[in-house]
């Protein structure tokens, strides 16, 4: 039973290197999410995608970009990777509509360290 | 909008002590709330949630929490923690909108010592 499952869990970048981080879920979820975690920051939401086809950006989507490529998958690419972003990512998927609480299953993370 | 304020970035107890990490909730419409727990270099997991009903909810590892809808409060509680209950505790808040708008506090680090 594999949930959502994140792709690379480790990568070290140099700045203005890009990378794509790959994430899929198992779960028939319709709504995806990309947060990044830093320290005493909690987790802060840079893109959702609320269903297959669409796509809005959260509270930090500056220098990421996302594709949601089917129900399944939800991309998070990175063009020009700055030190700033290094830190630990993570994609999250949640039922939606009727009977939907908001509750977030996670993937296990991804580290990125921008040297 | 909502936002979640957890009181306590740190909270450092003994084996066996009772423990409380307290969040604090705003929001302009009702609300579901969520305690989630991330153990070291693991991804995050839900300890326990309120969606409606008893105030008082039950989660896993013998964890519980209160919802206080007049003082806009969900802390969470342990009557004995475990060594193995060093984690990192976040406290969420989601409004309905027909997908997840879950808004996360800060994190507060339980240390448990022997």
């Known amino acids: 039973n594999a949930g959502v499952t994140q792709t690379p869990k480790f990568q070290v970048l140099k700045t203005g290197q890009s990378m794509t981080l790959q994430c899929a879920q198992d779960?028939?979820?319709?709504?995806m999410y990309w947060y990044r975690q830093d320290p005493g920051m909690g987790l802060r939401l840079i893109y959702y995608?609320?269903?297959?086809?669409?796509?809005d950006k959260g509270e930090v989507p500056n220098g990421y970009n996302v594709s949601r490529l089917n129900k399944r998958e939800f991309s998070l690419r990175l063009e020009s990777a700055a030190p700033s972003q290094t830190s630990v990512y993570f994609c999250?998927?949640?039922?939606?509509?009727?009977?939907?609480?908001?509750?977030?299953?996670f993937g296990e993370g991804s580290r990125l360290t921008v040297l | 909008a909502q936002s979640v304020t957890q009181l306590d970035s740190q909270v450092p107890v003994f084996e066996e002590a009772p423990v409380e990490l307290r969040c604090n909730y705003s929001?302009?419409?009702?609300?579901?709330l969520f305690w989630y727990v991330q153990y070291p270099n693991q991804g995050l997991q839900l300890l326990l949630k309120y969606l409606s009903g008893s105030t008082l909810v039950k989660g896993i590892n013998g964890f519980e929490a209160e919802f206080n809808k007049s003082q806009t409060s969900f802390h969470l509680r342990k009557p004995s923690v475990h060594i193995s209950d060093t984690a990192e505790y976040f406290c969420?808040?989601?409004?309905?909108?027909?997908?997840?708008?879950?808004?996360f506090g800060k994190g507060t680090m339980l240390l448990v010592s022997p």
């Open positions: 999250a998927s949640s039922v939606t509509g009727t009977g939907s609480t908001g509750e977030l299953f």
């Open positions: 929001s302009s419409v009702s609300v579901y």
């Open positions: 779960m028939n979820h319709n709504s």
């Open positions: 995608s609320a269903s297959e086809g669409t796509t």
């Open positions: 969420a808040v989601s409004v309905l909108r027909g997908y997840s708008t879950l808004t």
